[in-house]
């Protein structure tokens, strides 16, 4: 960039003998098209020494060596269609140049000059384009085309816009018209419409247009990229939970903090200018000390920092921070960075400390409780039982951890225990029932309700419950239900369609009857309850021998414990006043059938009388 460029070149003989420019390097050749006209060269070498020989009886050749000439100021664009000589060199611009001039064999090195320097660019690392002031291709290397599939012969003389409509509105066009308007060069990185590759692009003004070169740098480019979106992932992953982050050079003193560091530090985002010093004044004068120790111990042993300690905010607020971090060391072993995390933990803090003085309180508590309170560990483990609970089962003060409770629990009820052990591995809540062994032997019914124990940062630590005895509520619940039975069997029993009745089995007391019953008797159910069934006829003088034959069989059914049918028997009822009153002739065929009770006696007998 400076006004007249240094270039530093070879120069070597061609086959005839005229001295010709070749370029070494991509450097050179770029140089060229920037400046469209090259005032300085300085020859260093010549690599042949037969060129030596020769170019040594040359007038003033001693003087060439080594020394600055001053180039002609003829355009020096090797692909130029208007170029046919190579610069001439000349003297006199220089306190210490020499002329040097070419003979007449410079214009017929001319082709192998340009088809040197054409091999070179195609050579140079990257691609490299000219394109004219009506944006046509007028050089392009094979490195420019490839990427794409395409010759540079299918690109030459075409133009830019036309074939590359995509380039339209990008960073790259933008960058090469200000190139070949403004006529100033420009570097920048852009990613190809065309293939979607990331390449860092040199645009340089020449006397004919623009002249471009870049290489590919998607992999550098792409892992900026990720780096990036994974720190500003870190970033709103941090600011999502709360988390400030900080990075401090001890060395430098430089600290960076995020906005949520800020935050836990009772300042808002960029009210003041990071520092170790800041810090320190905000971090509790109690807890300072010691936090600094902690600090210098993680650094001597080459360990993460953990701790946690207390902040003043400026509205004089006391809050309780949880910092970790990691150290970088220089090859010394001198700490260079510390990087970490800052969370404020105040509310966990104060729940903390509220649930060491309620588990403090706990045990007096429970012990004034009437139901009995169980504790245990994360794998069930009885660790706590209060009075109630040892006075219920029989055990000591201190026996809490020697409870063996699966061997008080009823054999037939043991699925209790598998529940209790699954709710355990799964860490949810437990509820059942079961019979347990009472310290006086005797079987009772409780009803254990547990609930899992956790920490703030969500440790399981086992389970809290109670086991009240429920036996009171399992009988009267067993005796409504059965209540509840014998109320729906009634409800099924007088809906049979057949005369049915239930009797005592001692003085064959009616208990029961059908609605068919009351309807083949003209009675009703209030009349006839608790009455022998032989009150149910008209006693006269024909219904005695079969009343009687009733009674031996329903005897029969209790002495010998099995259904007994008797023959056909006349037997009158009572017919209602409504119907005329007086007796009615009825002929009934009985069976009768035994209803043993859980002991194995007969408790009742069902009765049939088929009106025939």
Known sequence: ERPAA???????????????????????????FNRGRVRCAELLSFPWPADRQQLGKTPGASQVRGARVECSDREVSPMSPTRRHPPALTHGKHPHATTVKPDASATASRPLFDRRLTQALEHIDGAFVILDRTWHFTFVNGNAVKPIGLAPSEVIGKNLWEMFPEYRGTTTAEQYQTAMEQRRPSRFEDRSPVNGRWYEISVYPVPEGVAAHWHDVSERKLAELALAESEERARMTAEAALTGLFDWEPLTGRMYWSDQNFRTLGLAPGDIEPSYAVWAARVHPGDLPQVEALVRAAQ????????????VWPDGSIHVMEARAQFSYDEAGTCTRMRGTCVDITDRALAEQA??????????????????????????????????????FGVGDGDAGRVDWPSLIHPDDQSYVAAF??????????????????????????ASHGVPR???????????????????????????????IQAHFRSL???????YVVLTADDFRIVAVSDAYLAATY?????????PVFEVFVEDASSVEALSSLRASLARVVAQR?????????????????????AEERWWSPVSAPVFAPDGDVAFIIHRAEDV
């Open 421 to 446: 052990g699954d709710c355990v591995r799964h860490r949810i809540p437990f509820r059942a029932e079961a019979r347990a062994r009472r310290g006086d032997g005797s079987w009772r019914w409780i």
């Open 523 to 531: 009675t009703t159910r209030s009349a006839l309850i608790g009455k």
């Open 6 to 32: 240094q270039l530093r070149v070879m120069a070597q003989r061609s086959d005839d003998g005229a001295p010709a420019l070749l370029h070494a390097s991509a450097t050179w050749a770029m140089a060229l």
């Open 300 to 311: 001597a042993e080459r360990r993460p920092y953990y701790g946690v300690h207390r902040v």
């Open 454 to 484: 956790w920490t703030s940062d969500g440790t399981f630590l086992g389970f809290v419950g109670t086991s009240p005895d429920v036996t009171d509520r399992r009988l009267l619940e067993e005796h409504e239900r059965s209540a509840s």
């Open 493 to 499: 029993f007088e809906s049979l369609p057949g005369p």
């Open 355 to 392: 649930l060491r003085e309620s588990e403090a309180r706990f045990p007096a508590m429970a012990d004034d409780a009437p139901l009995p309170i169980w504790v245990t560990d994360a794998v069930g483990v009885v660790q706590f039982i209060n009075r109630a609970y040892r006075e219920f």
């Open 562 to 582: 099995r259904v007994d049918v008797i023959a056909v028997h006349r037997l009158p009822v009572r017919r209602p006043e409504t119907l005329g009153g007086g």
